[in-house]
T-cell receptor, first 114, second 111 residues
Framework: GAGVSQSPSNKVTEKGKDVELRCDPI?????LYWYRQRLGQGLEFLIY????????KSGLPSDRFSAERTGESVSTLTIQRTQQEDSAVYLC????????????FGDGTRLSIL | GEDVEQSLFLSVREGDSSVINCTYT??????LYWYKQEPGAGLQLLTY?????DMKQDQRLTVLLNKKDKHLSLRIADTQTGDSAIYFC???????????FGQGTELSVKP
């Protein structure tokens, strides 16, 4: 009965480096979401995967951001050439596929760009 | 456009009721959610309401929805110090699955 698992929990890196953030959704959940939470703010949608459909990438802030998902399992969010404004908590959520299914969140990855 | 707004802070005394308010703009929203976030943690789903309902009760929590005014509230009865956290209101976008979040209301419960 594991929940959504994210790794690493904290990541500190230098400006200009690439980072990869990982999300393991709840088993059986076909939908997976990435959000970003800047300090003191609400969550901003980044990207959404649903089964084998094309992902909804409408929230990705720039072409430095990309995400992949293997089938209905693990997803990786990649940020290339990190900038200081990328510092935030990156949260992953998963759900069953129906519209009435609530999203369950992981504890997030706290990313700090020096 | 899509926008969800909440007041930023609420302070109550232990044992009192707390009411956290939220307004949204997307009239096509199907589901509205309340999440709780404790320091350093992710978001915990508290409750949610479908847009054809006007009230939902779950133990100490009562959600009221006024579709005409696009206003959602969360009432916590007998508030405890363990309820101190940030509470987020979110609406589910009608196209696709993304949630649109408010900025969160920080609830402080004083003994």
């Amino acid at each position: 009965g594991a929940g959504v698992s994210q790794s690493p929990s904290n990541k500190v890196t230098e400006k200009g480096k690439d980072v990869e953030l990982r999300c393991d959704p709840i088993s059986g959940h076909t939908a997976l979401y990435w959000y970003r939470q800047r300090l003191g703010q609400g969550l901003e949608f980044l990207i959404y995967f649903q089964g084998n459909s094309a992902p909804d990438k409408s929230g990705l802030p720039s072409d430095r951001f990309s995400a992949e998902r293997t089938g209905e399992s693990v997803s990786t969010l990649t940020i290339q050439r990190t900038q200081q404004e990328d510092s935030a908590v990156y949260l992953c959520a998963s759900s069953f596929g129906g519209r009435d299914q609530p999203q369950h969140f992981g504890d997030g990855t706290r990313l700090s760009i020096l | 456009g899509e926008d969800v707004e909440q007041s930023l802070f609420l302070s109550v005394r232990e044992g009192d009721s707390s009411v956290i308010n939220c307004t949204y703009t997307d009239s096509s929203s199907t589901y509205l959610y309340w999440y709780k976030q404790e320091p350093g943690a992710g978001l915990q789903l508290l409750t949610y309401i479908f847009s054809n309902m006007d009230m939902k009760q779950d133990q100490r929590l009562t959600v009221l929805l006024n579709k005409k005014d696009k206003h959602l509230s969360l009432r916590i009865a007998d508030t405890q110090t363990g309820d101190s956290a940030i509470y987020f209101c979110a609406e589910r976008h009608n196209q696709g699955g993304k949630l649109i979040f408010g900025q969160g209301t920080e609830l402080s419960v004083k003994p």
